[in-house]
């Protein structure tokens, strides 16, 4: 979740399916600041993603929530305080509305892939050029507004997102881009409300910003180095007994049990061998003699006792 560091703190996420995207810090970005926030977010080949925001406490003015697809507008949402009671303000929004002959429909919002060629005898257009430098970012600012009135106006254009076509490899400059944001294609929507407003600030420089760079998995990982890679599994009997939970010292103290069975009937058996080694001698092949082994048994015979008719005995040692 981006947070920025204002009063009140402005809280975004980007959800594909109802779930917040994973997100990733970009540290080497000099725009980070107080009110500024940026992240990484994997982009999904067709997936719909929509953008949630959340001001918790209520901030003391009426609000305009803007969001920009790759650098350019997309849509804005009014928070009036009065029509919302409670002590927060969490709203989802999942694409841009617009009307058009009294119907009103919604285009949701998509990631799609971005058409690279080979860029061999090819020259990029100066307007691809300056599309390209937004390319892969959804910002969402929120500026302060006062004086919120109905306006004349009944009609509500929608934003052209039609895609960029195709971007000659050179075009991009070594700069790692995958995905663009564009429109679904309209579906019937319920009408809303269209207002004027007047920025409270007169430099109307926002009060918050949050910027999600949206790369594929792939360029994340190799470009970016910050979704982090599987970690490598360290076997049980090489980590530190401290580390290990109740369970994984269950299954190595088991492991252990099966090893002491499994090694005992080796110990029986080499035991076994050694004695019989004690009792028998092997003869191997003299030199010059058969190949055969003879094994004679080493134990000596014990010499026969006579007892004469006083009752001693003779021992014969012949």
Known sequence: MAITDTSPPVEVEILVNDVALQEYNDDDDDSVSAHTVVKYIEAVSGAEFAVRYRLDPKPSHDVSVDISLDGKWAVSRIIQ????????????????????????????????????????GRVAADQLMKDLKGTGKITIDLHYVTNVRPTSTSTLSGVETTGLGEIPEKALKGRALSHQATLRPPVPAMATGI????????????????????????????????????????????????????????????????????????????????????????????????????????????????????????????
Not at 94 to 110: A, E, P
Not at 241 to 251: A, G, K, N, P, Y
Not at 287 to 309: H, I
Request: with cysteine; charged share 30%; hydrophobic share 30%.
């Open 81 to 120: 305080l009065s029509h919302y009671p409670l002590a927060y303000i969490q709203k989802t929004i999942t694409g841009v509305n617009s009307n058009k002959d009294g119907s009103w429909v919604l285009s949701k919002f998509s990631f799609s892939d971005l058409t690279i060629v080979d860029s061999t």
């Open 195 to 318: 207002v004027d407003v007047d920025d409270l600030d007169p430099s109307k420089k926002s009060s918050a910003s949050s910027n999600f760079k949206y790369r594929s998995r792939g360029l994340c990982t190799q470009a970016f180095l910050i979704i982090p890679r599987s970690p490598i599994s360290v076997p049980l009997e090489e980590r530190d007994v401290d580390s290990l939970s109740r369970e994984e010292m269950r299954e190595l103290l088991q492991r252990q049990r099966e090893r002491g069975k499994a090694a005992r009937p080796k110990q029986e058996r080499d035991i076994k061998r050694e004695r019989s080694r004690e009792r028998s001698s092997t003869i191997g092949p003299l030199d010059g003699a058969d190949e055969d082994v003879a094994f004679v048994s080493a134990k000596r015979s014990r010499p026969s006792v006579t007892l004469n008719e006083d009752g001693i005995g003779t021992v014969d040692l012949t």
